[in-house]
Each structure stands twice: as structure tokens, then as C-alpha cells.
């Protein structure tokens, strides 16, 4: 019988109300697991948030201090899904308290800041999951085999794009994601950062880059309340976009491969067009996220003219057998969560890692200030 872990989520806004729904869901589609986890404790710093969650989902305590989490006794586990500037100080404090975490991507501002969640992590001897949801998609998974078992040829080029409307809106409010001190780095640490995740997971390491960034909407309208997901806001007083809304950027593997990775966050007509396309010298594979569940794929052996095929993934890609019976039964968003609650989860239980770790979040870290590096320089940086 699977033993029963005390589980608390740390923010609750659009994010921790996922991780929630992810905790509950683990037995449904994992009934294997060996920890099962039971809503413990919610801390959010927005009044009545906390309470609030606690009703709907049953968590046995709520508080608006996240300090109280990390004395509980009754929590071994926690996830932090709290605003990018809170995640070193968080997550540096529930590894010490000997808390195992899941933390949401970019794990704090800089690498440095990655850096100290990972060593405190190490040091208590804990386990350290992070949000980099996209690299469970079954379909991803499969397209790492196929790149890996040398179907395509040796990796030529690829690219990677996350294009998304959430910030398209000029009203948007300027909330802690478009300040420098709280929200980092803008579209590098919200999206950027799974897309350096995907590249070094599906090719292997990043050993150079060059990149170029902007900001295309300048001004935002404080907001007048407390904001959840990308509120908008009118009629406060303006204040200036501090941090990126695109960027572009050349990369160089250690395999000799080379790649493009692209983010914005005000693409007006885009919404979560997340995908990659890898190329080969005998073919290549292609994936859209909104189309979660297919691949594109050629392959074969006459080069030109070769046609792409749709392969609708099944139950022996990835974790795609836990949700579904057959192929072309469509997964979605919320189940990825769920593969990356379960991972964390048998993590704790075996005592070995699977899944993203915050050695994943250091190397995304790297990339991403890498890219800024380039940007202030206007040359090529190397990583390896």
C-alpha cells in the first residue's frame, strides 16, 4: 500500500490551482504511486485567496505566510508556484527545512539563483522537481527517441518557437511579470526557458548562442487590485515595461548542429503556438503543441521530395497510457501537469530523480543569461 505524503502549494494563483489538480489526479491515472499525497497546506499573500482554496480543494490549513509551510511538520513536500523573485528565498528555505520541491520554472531571476535552490536541494538530500511541463508530452518523447536512435540522420538544424498573445493586450496591467527585480527577464524566463529546456532535451547540450531582444509595448497601466494570470488594467497610472517582450536567438550545439529559438509574448493572432521542428541528413520531425498529440515525420531514404507523415502517438510514447487506451485520443495541458506531479512524486518514493530537475533549471538558467549577455555585448557567448 502506498504511503501517504503531506503535500502544501505555495502561490496560489492560475499555477498553483494546477499543481493542486495534478496532486488529486496522481492516483487516478497513476494508482501505482508510492506516495499519495494529501492536501496539507496553501499559503498565498493575497487576502482570502488562500481560504479559499482550501474550501474548494480541501486542503486542511490555509495561511498568507509561507514561512508557516516550512515549520509544518505535517509537510514533506511542497510546490512553489509563487512569482519568480520569491522562488531562490522559497525554495532555498523549504530544501533546508527538509521539504522536497516542485518549483515552477525559471527557479528564480538568474542562474545563480537556480544555482542555490539546486545546492540547497543537494545539500539536504531532498528531491527537486521543476515545471518544464512541454518535455512530457508523449509526443515529445517519442521525437527524442527517434532523433536519439539516428532514424533522421545526424541533426542538421532545428527550431524551436514559442509565439503567445497573453501580453498583446496594450491594457494589460504592468503586474510583477513585466518588472526586472520581480519578474526577471519577461518573455526569457516565461517562455524562452521551456524552449531552452526542449532544445537540450530533445539534441543535447547548447554550446553557443547569439540572440536579440525587444520591447515592443513600452507602457503598461498599474494595476488598482490584487491580479491573477494577465489581468487588464485602465485608467491606472503608467509605468514602463522593464523587461523583454521578444526574443530571438542563434544557437550552436555541442553536436554541431544549429538552431533558432524564437519567443514573444505579444503576437497578436498567436495563442500557445509552442512547437519544434528537428532536420536531418535522412529526415526530420515536427511538433506542435496545440496539436499535442501528433508528430510529423519524415523519413526514408530519398532525400528529396520525401513526404511527411502524421503519427498519431499511443500508449507506448511517454506516460500517453496512463490517460489513454488508443491513439488519437487527444491529451491535453493539464495531463502533463499530471505526468510531472506523478514523476515528482515516485521521485520521493525511490529516492532517484525522474523527470526535470533543478540541474534542468541551472542549464535553462545558463541559456538564459547567456542570451542577455549577447544582447549587451552584440556577440556570440559560449556556454561549454
Not at 508523449?138 to 532523433?147: D, K, M, S, Y
Amino acid at each position: 500500500m502506498a504511503s501517504t505524503l503531506g503535500v502544501a502549494v505555495v502561490g496560489f494563483g492560475w499555477m498553483g490551482r494546477v499543481h493542486t489538480q495534478a496532486y488529486a489526479r496522481v492516483p487516478h491515472h497513476f494508482p501505482e504511486v508510492g506516495a499519495r499525497p494529501q492536501l496539507i497546506s496553501v499559503a498565498e499573500a493575497v487576502p482570502g485567496r488562500a481560504e479559499e482554496a482550501a474550501a474548494q480543494f480541501g486542503f486542511a490549513s490555509a495561511t498568507r505566510d509561507w514561512r508557516e509551510v516550512a515549520r509544518d511538520p505535517r509537510v514533506q513536500a511542497v510546490s512553489i508556484t509563487a512569482p519568480n523573485f520569491l522562488h531562490r528565498e522559497i525554495g532555498v528555505a523549504m530544501a533546508e527545512a527538509g521539504k522536497h520541491i516542485w518549483i515552477e520554472k525559471p527557479v528564480g531571476l538568474t542562474t545563480d539563483d537556480a544555482r542555490a535552490v539546486a545546492d540547497a536541494v543537494a545539500a539536504a538530500g531532498v528531491q527537486g522537481a521543476v515545471g518544464f511541463n512541454y518535455r512530457n508530452a508523449p509526443a515529445v518523447e517519442a521525437a527524442r527517441e527517434l532523433i536519439a536512435s539516428g532514424e533522421l540522420g545526424t541533426v542538421t538544424h532545428a527550431r524551436v518557437r514559442l509565439f503567445s498573445d497573453y501580453a498583446a493586450h496594450p491594457d494589460g496591467a504592468l503586474t510583477w511579470r513585466y518588472e526586472r527585480a520581480r519578474g526577471g527577464s519577461g518573455v526569457l524566463g516565461d517562455l524562452a526557458s521551456h524552449g531552452a529546456d526542449l532544445a537540450r532535451f530533445l539534441l543535447g547540450d547548447i554550446a553557443a548562442l547569439t540572440a536579440d531582444t525587444a520591447v515592443f509595448v513600452p507602457e503598461r497601466a498599474r494595476p488598482t487590485g490584487a491580479t491573477a494570470g494577465h489581468t487588464l488594467a485602465t485608467g491606472g497610472e503608467l509605468g514602463p515595461v522593464e523587461n523583454e517582450d521578444y526574443v530571438n536567438c542563434l544557437l550552436r550545439f555541442a553536436s554541431g548542429a544549429r538552431g533558432v529559438l524564437e519567443a514573444s509574448r505579444i503576437s497578436v493572432g498567436e495563442q500557445n503556438n509552442y512547437g519544434f521542428e528537428v532536420h536531418g541528413t535522412k529526415g526530420a520531425v515536427f511538433w506542435d503543441f496545440r496539436r499535442m498529440n501528433e508528430l510529423g515525420v519524415s523519413r526514408g531514404t530519398t532525400y528529396q521530395d520525401q513526404p511527411v507523415s502524421t503519427v498519431h502517438v499511443g500508449p507506448g510514447a511517454g506516460e500517453y497510457g496512463a490517460f489513454q487506451p488508443g491513439a488519437a485520443t487527444s491529451m491535453g495541458y493539464d495531463d502533463l501537469k499530471v505526468i510531472e506531479a506523478y514523476r515528482f512524486l515516485r521521485s520521493i518514493a525511490e529516492g532517484t530523480p525522474y523527470g526535470a530537475t533543478l540541474d534542468d533549471a541551472v542549464h535553462s538558467a545558463a541559456v538564459l543569461d547567456a542570451m542577455t549577455a549577447s544582447v549587451d555585448s552584440g556577440a556570440w557567448v559560449n556556454l561549454v
